[in-house]
C-alpha cells in the first residue's frame, strides 16, 4: 500500500468497515455561504448537520474534501513552494460522527474516535508507534474548563503516558517549532460545546466528532520523504514540466526548484477551482485565482526561463491522476486548459 491513491482508498475503506457512508467532496467553490470564498476544511459541507440545521443522511459519514487556503490565518501565497508542507490546494481526509439525542449509538465519540485513529495509524498503514505522539486539551482556568480527561484516559489505553502531550487553544506542542520533520497529521476534534454570544460555553444536546487528516502529510510520512513534493502526489506534475522546460528538478531551495513545487502546487488549485465553477477575475474569488495563476507564470518565466504559456498544459496530467476521486477535472479538462492558456 504505497501510492497515493492506495493510501487514500485505505482510509475509506477502513471506515466504511466502522459503517461510514463514503461522500464525494464538495465543491470547491462556495456558492451558498457568504462568510466563506472557498472550501477551507473539511467540515464545510456538514456545517448545517452540526448546527441542527438539517439532518445527516448517516450518524456516520467519511470523506475526502478539496480545500483552498490561501490567504488569512491558515496560509500564505508566499510560502507555498518555499517550504516542504504548505499547498494552496490540499486534501482533507475525515471520519464524522454526527450525533443525535434520540439515537445516542447511532453515532460515537471519543472512545472510539481515538481507538480507530491508533488502528488505522499503526495497524493499516503501519507507522512506527514509537514515532507517534499525541495531544489533548490541557483544560482552561479562565474558561472553567478541565483537562479532557476522557481523551486523556482513552490514549493512555495505546500509548505510553509521556507520549500524551497536553496542549492549550492556540497550539500544539511540537509541531512546526523546531524541526521541519515534527508534523501534524491528524486533528480529532470533539465537539461538545457552543459559545454563545455573551462568551460562555453551553453543553450541546449532541456531541459530535469532527476529523481531518491531511492527505498530503500522511502520503509523505507513509513514503518515507522528506518533502511532500517528493511523494508520487506530485512526482507526476514534476516530471512533466521538466519535460516541458528541459531542466531536471533538484528538490533544492535554489529558485528553480522552488518554482518546480509553484507550478505543481498551483495547478492543481487553478484547474480544480475552475472545474468546480470559479473563473479567473478581478474580484472575490476569481480574484486570488488570478492571483495564484500569475505567481506561477512569473516563477516560471523568471527561473526556468520559458517564455510562453506553460500551466495549461499540465491539466491532463492533473486530470488523469485524480479521475477516479475527483472525476469533475477529468470530465472539462478542454475547457479547463482553454480558460487556463486564455487567462
Same mark, same amino acid.
Given at each position: ?97 454526527? %450525533?443525535? *439525542? !434520540?439515537?445516542?449509538? /447511532?453515532?460515537?465519540?471519543? $472512545?472510539?474516535? +481515538? @481507538?480507530?485513529?491508533?488502528? =488505522? #495509524? ?21 474558561? %472553567?474548563? *478541565? !483537562?479532557?480527561?476522557? /481523551?486523556?484516559?482513552?490514549? $493512555?489505553?495505546? +500509548? @505510553?503516558?509521556?507520549?500524551? =502531550? #497536553? ?177
Amino acid at each position: 500500500m504505497n501510492t497515493a491513491a492506495e493510501i487514500r482508498q485505505a482510509f475509506l475503506d477502513f471506515f466504511k468497515s466502522k459503517q461510514h457512508i463514503i461522500v464525494p467532496s464538495a465543491p470547491i467553490v462556495v456558492k451558498n455561504d457568504p462568510t466563506l470564498l472557498f472550501t477551507n476544511a473539511g467540515m464545510n459541507q456538514f456545517k448545517d448537520y452540526f448546527l441542527g440545521n438539517k439532518t445527516a443522511p448517516s450518524a456516520r459519514i467519511a470523506d475526502t474534501q478539496k480545500c483552498l487556503r490561501v490567504s488569512g490565518k491558515h496560509n500564505d501565497l508566499e510560502e507555498v513552494g518555499v517550504d516542504t508542507y504548505h499547498h494552496t490546494m490540499f486534501e482533507m481526509l475525515g471520519n464524522w460522527s454526527f %450525533g443525535d *439525542p !434520540k439515537n445516542p449509538t /447511532a453515532g460515537y465519540f471519543k $472512545k472510539e474516535a +481515538i @481507538a480507530w485513529s491508533w488502528e =488505522l #495509524l499503526t495497524e493499516v498503514y503501519k507507522l512506527d508507534k514509537d514515532r507517534l505522539y499525541v495531544s489533548i486539551f490541557e483544560g482552561d482556568e479562565k474558561e %472553567g474548563l *478541565p !483537562k479532557d480527561e476522557e /481523551a486523556y484516559n482513552e490514549w $493512555k489505553k495505546v +500509548i @505510553a503516558e509521556d507520549r500524551i =502531550l #497536553l496542549g492549550n487553544k492556540k497550539d500544539n506542542e511540537l509541531v512546526n517549532k523546531d524541526h521541519p520533520q515534527v508534523i501534524e497529521i491528524w486533528n480529532n476534534v470533539f465537539i461538545q460545546f457552543n459559545r454563545k454570544k455573551d462568551g460562555s460555553l453551553e453543553l450541546l444536546p449532541a456531541k459530535h466528532v469532527d476529523t481531518g487528516m491531511g492527505f498530503e502529510r500522511l502520503v509523505r510520512v507513509l513514503q518515507g520523504k522528506q518533502s511532500n513534493y517528493d511523494t508520487d502526489i506530485f512526482s507526476g506534475t514534476i516530471i512533466a514540466i521538466g519535460k516541458i522546460v528541459g531542466k531536471n528538478y533538484q528538490g533544492q531551495n535554489d529558485k528553480p526548484s522552488i518554482a518546480f513545487r509553484v507550478l505543481a502546487d498551483h495547478i492543481r488549485a487553478i484547474s480544480f477551482t475552475i472545474a468546480d465553477g470559479q473563473l479567473p477575475s478581478n474580484s472575490g474569488a476569481g480574484y486570488v485565482i488570478r492571483r495564484i495563476l500569475r505567481r506561477a507564470v512569473r516563477y516560471y518565466y523568471t527561473y526556468l526561463a520559458y517564455k510562453q504559456p506553460l500551466l495549461h498544459q499540465l491539466v491532463t496530467v492533473i486530470a488523469q491522476q485524480f479521475k477516479d476521486v475527483f472525476p469533475e477535472l477529468w470530465q472539462q479538462q478542454e475547457f479547463v486548459a482553454k480558460v487556463i492558456k486564455e487567462e
